[in-house]
């Protein structure tokens, strides 16, 4: 197994949280930009959150103060912790890494940079 691993999904009602988890057996998390990207039916995949090398961050308007990205470098894994969730948050989520650079402090919101990603987790918000 060389891709990325994610966890945590589940079923929740409006207002619950979840914590992702993305375990990365092949690259390292303190290295290259690394995010958080979701999927629903139908539409395009977009960026949630993302995390520089630098620990320099980026969110989407819609997910702001409500979700944080993090990273454990002794573990190599990512986080996505989610509150306060609501049923649009519905989607698959994937963990993705650009790996065009080594030193990352401006993660691309574009999908298409992100290279490497695994099988996702789905995440189900109900009312």
């Known amino acids: 197994q060389v891709q990325p691993v994610e966890s945590g999904g589940g079923s929740v009602q409006v207002g619950g949280s979840l914590r992702l988890s993305c375990a990365a057996p092949?690259?390292?998390?303190?290295?290259?930009?690394w995010g958080w990207f979701r999927q629903s039916p139908g539409k395009e995949r977009e960026g949630v959150a993302l995390?520089?090398?630098?620990?320099?961050?980026r969110y989407a308007d819609s997910v702001k103060g409500r979700f944080t990205i993090s990273k454990d470098t002794a573990e190599n894994t990512l986080y996505l912790q989610m509150n306060n969730l609501k049923p649009e948050d519905t989607a698959m989520y994937y963990c993705?890494?650009?790996?065009?650079?080594?030193?990352?402090?401006?993660?691309?919101?574009?999908?298409?940079?992100?290279?490497?990603w695994g099988q996702g987790t789905q995440v189900t918000v109900s009312s």
């Open positions: 993705e890494a650009d790996l065009r650079r080594n030193f990352c402090s401006t993660p691309d919101w574009d999908p298409t940079t992100y290279s490497y």
């Open positions: 995390i520089g090398s630098d620990d320099s961050t």
């Open positions: 092949r690259y390292s998390v303190s290295r290259y930009c």
